[in-house]
């Protein structure tokens, strides 16, 4: 899973100054290149914010375009070394996607440009508090990961029968779930989301809204519908960093990783217990918050995260 919220490279595996190779996207040249492993995630990136409304400038001239790659230096400001020593990060266009404290800028970047970083397993600068760096891409995911990552991505859907007249959603994977349905698939989906099935009564309208966020967070068809595509993603996909809430009795990634955000070490299999509750009450406290130890959206973002509301 990303490394969200992590910001030293090399405790995830990545060594700087290593195996830099030339990067350009149609023409946009990138001096000094980028990690080789990096390059596809970049490729697909790019790709995606255009397709979503984004230019970038071709004309080859960096310093015209702003488009910078590899660079051996320090974070501004700070002692560690830069996500672009490892040849981790790209910044797109930086004469108009600057630097700023405006929480509500986003220069030429689309709408979407944190979930189209976070489908690649990066963070944007722009979803960055404080201040936030609009041209700025990162990946946040270990050497190892990335083969997967991008194959992941690349695969192809495989479309499942058409719900029979009966209505069934017996087989997890198989049969389209849409609203009014019930069975052993619509709970497994509420389960994935985190959602207590014996709360709902089958496929109700909370857990659309929750199918819709899901959809929303990894950029597929935002229908509130489990068809062939959210089934391919769900089934496949890790649990990323703010994809879900998160509370007492949740396992998984997302747990681990807010244990350490919270400040102390998970175990091997993490479990959000009475430990983790009460460090999140402590934070929803200081941030005005109601402390009922729900890691949803808004907590989300005070720790770092930004996830689509």
């Keep these: ?9 090399a405790s995830f595996g990545w060594a700087p ?20 492993a990096t390059a596809p995630l970049f490729t697909g990136l790019i790709n995606d914010l255009l397709a979503a409304g984004f230019h970038l400038p071709a004309t080859g001239n960096s310093n015209v375009d702003g488009n910078w790659g590899y660079y051996y230096r320090d974070v501004r400001g700070a002692t ?27 220069g030429t970047m689309p709408a979407n440009a944190g979930a ?18 609009l041209m700025h891409f990162e990946v946040h995911l270990a050497p190892s990961e990335i083969a997967a990552w991008v194959s992941r991505l690349s695969a192809p859907v495989t479309k499942p029968p058409a719900t029979d007249s009966a209505g069934d959603s017996t087989h997890v994977g198989v049969t389209t779930l849409k609203s009014g ?55 496949n996909a890790p649990i990323i960093v703010g994809e879900r809430r998160t509370f007492t009795g949740c396992t998984g990634p997302d747990v681990a990783w807010l244990q350490r955000k919270l400040g102390f070490v998970p175990a091997k299999t993490p479990a959000f217990g009475p430990k983790t ?17 729900i890691v949803e959206h808004p907590t989300w973002v005070v720790l770092g995260i930004n996830p689509p509301k």
Excluded: C
């Design 1 to 9: 899973m990303p490394f969200f919220g992590v910001y030293n490279p």
């Design 80 to 106: 560690n070394l830069s996500f672009h020593a490892f040849g981790l990060a790209i910044d797109l266009d930086a004469p108009h996607n600057p630097m700023t404290t405006d929480p509500t800028a986003r």
């Design 277 to 293: 509750r009460a460090a999140v009450q402590a934070v929803q406290g200081r941030h005005e918050q109601p402390t009922n130890g």
């Design 181 to 235: 349905m019930n069975g052993q698939a619509v709970r497994w989906v509420q389960r994935r989301l985190n959602l207590q099935p014996s709360a709902h009564k089958g496929y109700d309208a909370a857990t659309v809204k929750w199918v819709k966020r899901y959809q929303q967070f990894h950029l597929l068809d935002v229908d509130g519908i489990v068809g062939p595509e959210t089934w391919n993603h769900i089934l």
């Design 17 to 36: 100054n290593t195996n830099i190779v030339a990067f350009d996207h149609g023409g946009a040249k990138f001096p000094s290149g980028v990690h080789s």
């Design 116 to 133: 189209i970083a976070r489908k690649w397993g990066m963070e944007w600068g722009g979803d960055w508090s404080g201040r936030r760096d």
